[in-house]
């Protein structure tokens, strides 16, 4: 693992710290980590996003499409209930 040192200001070094203590990370490095794989899973949504809404439509998405959705959800609930 790579090392990287950062510099803040007291306020900013203040609030590290309280979420450190307040959220159960063990260190500051856990939290700084924590952001940044949130971080990069924000802008991957954010190009899924994208690329959907520059797609064509497959189909209309109507009280029927959305009825297969949830019936979808259900079979997957109930397979997962059986693992």
Known sequence: MSTMNISLPDSLKSFVDEQVSQRGYGTSSEYVRELIRKDQ???HLRKLLLAGAASV???AADARYFEGLRE???KSGK???HE
């Open 72 to 74: 979808r959800v259900r």
């Open 57 to 59: 439509p497959a189909g």
């Open 41 to 43: 899973e924000r802008l």
């Open 79 to 81: 397979a997962g209930a």
